[in-house]
């Protein structure tokens, strides 16, 4: 069976157990918000939060929420690259969902953020929701150059949109 899968497509692994990736022997993976949960869950957990922490005690302003997720994310996902010849899907925001502006503005941070890791933006996927204003932002943000995966596709229209 997994001779025939390999023949006509690739594992695309979802899941933030990096243990679990060495006995898939995916391409790529990605990430999800639950699944950040379950890699903080694990027994290096501890040392991913303090990583993010560390990144922002130099900062005079304490980050937001979000931006400490959106950093827990990126270190995550670049653990997750190290393991994998391919891409990382990383999530935006699921309430973001119906606001054009802030999922560009949270993407491109994430893309920034990838950068600044020295993550080339080849390897990185972001996953927005297929809402009307998701597949805009997707538009746009394929223009510049930020690769997109869109998900939460429902429906014939959201496909061919």
């Known amino acids: ?18 243990s679990l990736l060495s006995t898939l022997a995916s391409k790529e993976v ?6 950040l949960w379950k890699a903080l869950q694990q027994p290096n957990g501890a040392s991913l939060l303090q990583h993010v922490f560390k990144r922002f ?7 937001s ?5 959106d950093q827990l994310s990126v270190h995550i996902a670049c653990r997750l690259l190290e393991q994998v ?14 606001d054009t502006a802030a ?9 920034a953020m ?8 080849e390897r990185v996927l972001i996953k927005i929701a297929a809402t009307w204003e998701g597949i805009q932002a997707a538009k746009q943000l394929e223009l510049e150059g ?5 998900t939460l596709v429902f429906s014939f229209a959201q496909a061919v949109a």
Not at 30 to 35: A, D, F, K, V
Not at 85 to 98: A, K, M, Q, Y
Not at 103 to 111: F, I, P, Q
């Open 85 to 98: 010849p391919g891409r990382v899907s990383t999530e935006i925001d699921p309430r973001l969902s119906f």
């Open 1 to 18: 069976m997994r001779t025939q899968l390999d023949q006509c497509s690739q594992i695309v692994a979802d899941t933030g157990d990096f």
């Open 65 to 69: 929420l979000n931006q400490l997720m």
């Open 146 to 150: 930020i690769r997109t995966n869109l």
């Open 30 to 35: 990605t990430t999800n918000p639950s699944l």
């Open 114 to 121: 990838y950068r600044a890791e020295g993550i080339p933006l």
């Open 103 to 111: 999922t560009l503005a949270r993407s491109r941070g994430l893309a």
């Open 57 to 63: 005690s130099y900062r005079k302003k304490t980050p």
